[in-house]
């Protein structure tokens, strides 16, 4: 059953015209006059349209988790808070079912000097639920929000977390059958984020309650969600399997990077050689954009020399939210001929990497001579997320962590010698 | 819990956004579902204004006793016997005049303010907007209580000293009621104008200190309406708070002249700007929020 249509949704605003696009050096008339000018004119005269949102029309199953991923202004949070009823949209139409819970942002009907019981019961109110509904949840808010010590505590003295653990779990708890989430989960600690993340998805498949999930964070999204929206300008771009569009948003975050002019990558060294591409590929040699975990995955280099022969040395450097998780370099040096093609491959073993996301840095080391050296570095050449075999299995977090998750051998058995208490 | 099931069911039901605002009768429905909410603005309205303060509510009457006192030391020496208007002491006078009034200016200068005052939770949050014009009378309120309290007791006082009952203890009083009421909904009918205007521009906020001194002086508060000469009279006919005003002390003091026509002149006013008030609300709230 669908509980969600949102058909041909778009939102324009009046943007006034900020000062930064008056010149930047204007003369003492110039000044003078915008000093002046009165604010009202000034709104009116310079005004601009802005679509935050254009035509996005889709629809979602009931019990789904929708990530919604996007660059900043791409229109996330307009959609989330047009579905809210925060803002109206200019054109369109959404129709759901139910009750609609958002987390918007973090401490958005919260007052600050009110206990936590006592916000407690004004949120369920700005909620539009009833005192008797957040009074029968109550056990459940604290005990989810592990606050039952501090009850009475106005929330001044809340640490951010305390603080996120509430406005989630009075959010999870008013009985919504669609959450908004707007990246509010960027804020708590690793641990609280594993358990809200495990409780919308408990809660998507139990109660069917369906979840709109803003984020940046693609290792999260690619891990909860079940379907991503990928807005890109205030148009639905892509919208299909998180794998798929994560990867492909990931990799024209780098394009678009590497295109950004200033951007150093292989500008000086195309004199003596020049990264061609850079891909991932299975083990039959067709490129894939995510591997599977089982597999062996070799990460393919190709490159072209220039002028002279040399010696090069190929590297990889592998990382995972921010972490070098290793560099890996071609034991020796070896020679090259000038202009022509070359391609390395190295292989990742199976059941080596986590399921998340990586991102791959390429150096390659040319030498000619004794003393002349150049790289050739291409930082975030790649991106890809590794899934499981059984995709993604909800206790994950607790058996397996880090950004590595080699498959090691483990032995249990009785040890003869030792003292029995 | 019969209202809880009825609440949830309610909103287990379908719902439809669309640009076209819902019609203001829809709107009203939804406040009702809404009422926890009118409380927790209200009271939050009134302890903002004492909040980690040494005196705590004591500002309240501060508030209210300090402009009253100062206000009838100079226009009238309260205890001065002489000092009569219509053979009511003056300060009686003055307290009545000062009822609605200070109910109407106080009122309005909050309803104005409630919108732009609660923006952090209005671009983040949704619930019906119209909570937050009629909850803001919440300290117009208290202050019309404390001034009612401070009346009770002078009248009580005054009987001590002249052994006369000042007040008319008669049917009279239900319409110094219909004023408090008239007052109150006066207030929110401007307020629906104001309040959305100064969520865009907060120059209504300032424009309404400078106006309310004016309108003060064109209502009669600290004067009767029979002191304005007949050639100005329809001026005060086009002010809906001069009778108002003139109505409650009427109705308490049994003095003076209750003016009928002005009364019925106030009234469609006062509806009429109610109408188009909710009208202009409805239509704009959500191009304000865009603003905030």
Redesign the interface.
């Known amino acids: 059953m669908k509980s969600l249509f949102v058909e041909g949704v778009s939102k324009r605003?009046?943007i006034p015209r900020a000062d930064a696009e008056t010149p930047r050096v204007e003369s003492r008339l110039d000044r003078m006059r915008r000093a002046l000018a009165l604010p009202?004119t000034r709104e009116i005269l310079n005004a601009r349209e802005l679509w935050a949102l254009r035509d996005a029309s889709f629809d979602v199953e009931q019990g789904t988790v929708l990530g919604i991923i996007g660059s900043n202004g791409a229109g996330k949070s307009t959609l989330l808070k047009?579905?809210?009823?925060?803002?109206?949209?200019?054109?369109?139409?959404?129709?759901?079912?139910?009750?609609?819970v958002?987390l918007?942002?973090l401490g958005?009907?919260f007052?600050d000097?009110a206990t936590a019981l006592e916000n407690i019961y004004?949120n369920?109110?700005?909620?539009?639920?009833?005192?008797?509904?957040a009074q029968?949840r109550l056990d459940d808010i604290v005990t989810f929000a592990e606050i039952r010590d501090h009850l009475n505590t106005p929330l001044q003295f809340f640490s951010s977390g305390m603080y996120l653990r509430l406005a989630f779990s009075v959010a999870i708890n008013m009985?919504p059958?669609l959450l908004l989430a707007d990246e509010i989960l960027a804020v708590g600690d690793l641990a609280f984020q594993e358990r809200c993340l495990q409780k919308v998805r408990e809660l998507a498949r139990e109660t069917g309650l369906t979840v709109l999930f803003v984020s940046h964070d693609m290792e999260a999204v690619s891990r909860i969600c079940d379907r991503v929206l990928w807005l890109k300008e205030g148009v639905v771009h892509r919208d299909g399997i998180p794998e798929e569009v994560v990867t492909e948003y990931q990799n024209a975050a780098w394009d678009m990077l590497a295109s950004a002019p200033g951007y150093k990558g292989s500008s000086h060294a195309a004199k003596y050689g020049e990264i061609l591409d850079v891909k991932l590929v299975a083990m039959d040699g067709r490129e894939i954009g995510s591997p599977p975990r089982s597999e062996d995955v070799h990460v393919r280099i190709r490159f072209r020399t220039r002028r002279a022969k040399a010696r090069v040395r190929c590297a990889i450097d592998l990382m995972s939210k921010g972490v070098l998780v290793f560099r890996s370099a071609q034991p020796e040096l070896l020679p090259v001929a000038a202009e022509t093609a070359y391609e390395a491959l190295v292989r990742i073993p199976a059941n080596l990497l986590s399921e998340t996301n990586y991102t791959v840095n390429v150096s390659i080391m040319l030498l000619r001579g004794e003393e002349e050296e150049h790289a050739l570095v291409v930082n975030k050449a790649l991106a890809f997320l590794v899934y499981g075999e059984e995709g993604v299995s909800a206790d994950d977090g607790r058996h397996r962590k880090g950004v590595v998750n080699p498959t090691l051998e483990w032995t249990l058995q009785t040890e003869p010698d030792a003292v029995r208490v | 819990?019969p209202?809880?099931s009825e609440?949830?069911t309610a909103?287990?039901?379908?719902?439809?956004?669309?640009?076209r605002?819902h019609s203001a009768f829809a709107r009203i429905r939804e406040l009702w579902?809404?009422r926890?909410?009118w409380w927790?603005f209200a009271s939050?309205t009134v302890t903002q204004l004492y909040?980690?303060s040494a005196l705590g509510w004591l500002w309240l009457v501060l508030r209210v006793a300090g402009p009253i006192g100062l206000n009838a030391i100079v226009f009238g020496d309260m205890l001065d016997q002489a000092q009569k208007v219509d053979r009511v002491p003056y300060f009686l006078f003055f307290l009545c005049g000062m009822a609605t009034w200070v109910l109407f200016e106080r009122s309005l200068l909050f309803i104005t303010r409630s919108v732009e005052r609660n923006r952090?939770?209005?671009?983040?949050?949704?619930?019906p907007r119209l909570i937050l014009p009629v909850s803001a009378v919440a300290p117009g309120l208290v202050y019309l209580a404390i001034i009612l309290v401070v009346l009770a007791a002078t009248i009580v006082v005054f009987h001590q000293r002249d052994g006369v009952w000042y007040v008319s203890w008669t049917p009279r009083l239900l319409v110094s009621a219909g004023a408090i009421v008239a007052s109150l909904l006066f207030a929110i009918a401007v307020g629906l104008w104001t309040s959305v205007l100064q969520a865009r521009?907060r120059d209504v906020r300032y424009a309404l200190r400078y106006v309310t001194p004016f309108w003060f002086l064109l209502t009669p508060v600290i004067y009767p309406l029979s002191e304005i000469s007949e050639r100005y009279r329809w001026l005060v006919a086009l002010n809906p708070m001069a009778p108002i005003v003139e109505a409650f002390k009427w109705g308490t003091l049994g003095e003076g002249i209750f003016p009928t026509v002005p009364a019925v002149i106030s009234l469609v006013l006062v509806v009429l700007t109610m109408f188009t008030g909710m009208w202009f609300f409805n239509r704009e709230e959500?191009?304000s929020?865009?603003k905030l």
Do not use: C
Request: glycine fraction near 8%.
């Open positions: 605003y009046w009202l047009i579905i809210a009823k925060v803002i109206a949209p200019t054109a369109g139409r959404i129709r759901g079912r139910g009750r609609v958002s918007l942002e958005a009907g007052d000097e004004m369920a109110a700005i909620n539009g639920i009833p005192r008797a509904v029968r009985e059958s | 819990m209202s809880v609440a949830v909103d287990a039901g379908l719902w439809v956004i669309e640009p605002q579902s809404y926890y909410l927790y939050i909040r980690r952090r939770l209005v671009t983040r949050v949704y619930f521009y959500a191009a929020v865009d």
